[in-house]
């Protein structure tokens, strides 16, 4: 059976869902999107991932275009259609088509495209061995707002994440125009310094990520505190732990960078019990009632 997408309100193969090539999310990335993962059916956190994208639509002026979409519904039934359970759900909003100028005013009606599809998560071998990551030569920009948006022009994030892959590492870690660290390309940074879990504050240019924002919740129950500071990589090299986040690897340790180790190497303790921490929170909020 061939899979099936939602575009703009309607369930269609995939060989069957064209988009117009004036489209502005492909002419000028004039667009964002939301990468959720789905356990037993239900996608965790769906609201949290809907706040954020609607809080970055306002911000494009796209509010209005879209008030008439479902999208919790349209996610749900993307998912019920292709009979999935656990899954990845890609939901991406644009402008719409409109003219070849950069002027998404002159754009009709949005875009609205979801895509769900099967997901295996890494081994646990992989998350024993923990990631290790690359310092990147490409630069967040803390003054700019496009750093708080998950938009379809991802193309920083794609080069670093390239970099990393031709370092032969599994993520790339970059800095600020201040020589700040601040995300990886796909994924929030912690690390834990005298039992202490520090990130960068959102000012420092990075994404307000949903697994990021779940781990802050969860670090008062560890018997210690979270702090939101300015970091700078000499930190990371001295830090006891350090671990990334994002919606599909949900917590990953992270044991190496540019060829050191951080901390012992391996994933630290505070670490492992956030990462069970979480698994009991996914399984606690995503359970049939």
């Known amino acids: 059976m061939e899979e099936l997408v939602y ?20 002419l000028y990335g004039y667009g964002l999107f939301e990468t959720m993962r789905v356990y037993s059916g239900r996608v965790f956190r769906l609201a949290q991932h809907l ?28 998912l019920q259609a292709n009979h999935l359970s ?3 759900v890609r939901l991406t909003v644009s402008a719409g088509p409109g003219e070849i100028v950069p002027d ?22 992989v998350y024993e061995r923990g990631f290790q990551a690359c310092l990147s030569s490409f630069r967040r920009d803390s003054l700019s707002p496009l750093s708080r948006l998950k938009s379809c022009s991802y193309l920083l994030s794609v080069l670093a994440r390239r970099e990393a892959k031709l370092a032969g590492t599994d993520e790339a870690l970059l800095l600020n125009e201040k020589g700040e660290l601040t995300e990886g390309s796909i994924s929030n940074l912690f690390i834990v310094s005298g039992g202490v879990v520090l990130t960068s504050p959102l000012e420092s ?24 500071k300015r970091l700078v990589p000499g930190e990371l090299f001295q830090a006891d732990e350090a671990f990334i986040t994002n919606s599909l690897l949900e917590i990953m340790p992270l044991t190496m960078v540019d060829s050191k180790p951080v901390g012992s190497g391996h994933p630290g303790p505070l670490t492992r019990k956030l990462m069970s ?9 995503t359970k049939s009632s």
């Open 86 to 88: 656990d899954a990845r």
């Open 51 to 78: 706040d954020r994208l609607k809080r970055s639509v306002a911000f494009m002026g796209l509010t209005e275009k879209l008030a008439h979409y479902d999208l919790a519904r349209a996610v749900s039934d993307t």
């Open 277 to 285: 921490a979480y698994k009991d929170l996914v399984r606690t909020e």
């Open 104 to 125: 998404p005013d002159r754009c009709g009606e949005p875009t609205v495209f979801i895509i769900a599809r099967p997901y295996t998560p890494l081994s646990a071998k």
């Open 7 to 26: 575009l703009n309100g309607k369930l269609l193969p995939v060989s069957r869902a064209w988009l117009s090539p004036f489209d502005h999310g492909f």
């Open 205 to 228: 240019g990075i994404l307000p990520g949903i697994t990021r924002e779940t781990v802050l919740e969860l670090v008062p129950s560890m018997a210690t505190k979270a702090v939101e």
